[in-house]
């Protein structure tokens, strides 16, 4: 049973630690800014992780094996972006 509870447990953690950090982003903050900052610190993570679980571990040699799903996954992400923006001229377009 625990292991149906406690994804879901993670689920909420996230989502409040999420909402608690958004909420202490100063307003006068760029939020393009504070993105960089975010991603940086997810990227720095990552590659801890990555050394931490991988003994001997060569990113770089990693990053070889990338194909074109890891590529179409990141412009996925920005495609995302592009939608949103464009939704939003369109709302707001007097």
């Known amino acids: 049973m625990f292991n149906y509870i406690w994804p879901l447990l993670i689920i909420v953690f996230a989502n409040t630690l999420y909402q608690i950090c958004a909420k202490g982003i100063p307003v006068q903050m760029n939020t393009y800014a504070s993105m960089t900052i975010t991603y940086a610190v997810a990227t720095l993570f990552s590659a801890l992780v990555f050394f931490v679980t991988t003994k001997g571990g060569n990113i ?12 179409v996954l990141s412009w996925s992400k920005v495609l995302g972006v ?13």
């Open 82 to 94: 592009a939608i949103y923006l464009v939704g939003l001229y369109f709302i707001n377009r007097k």
């Open 60 to 71: 770089l040699k990693e990053f070889s094996h990338t194909n074109w799903a890891t590529i």
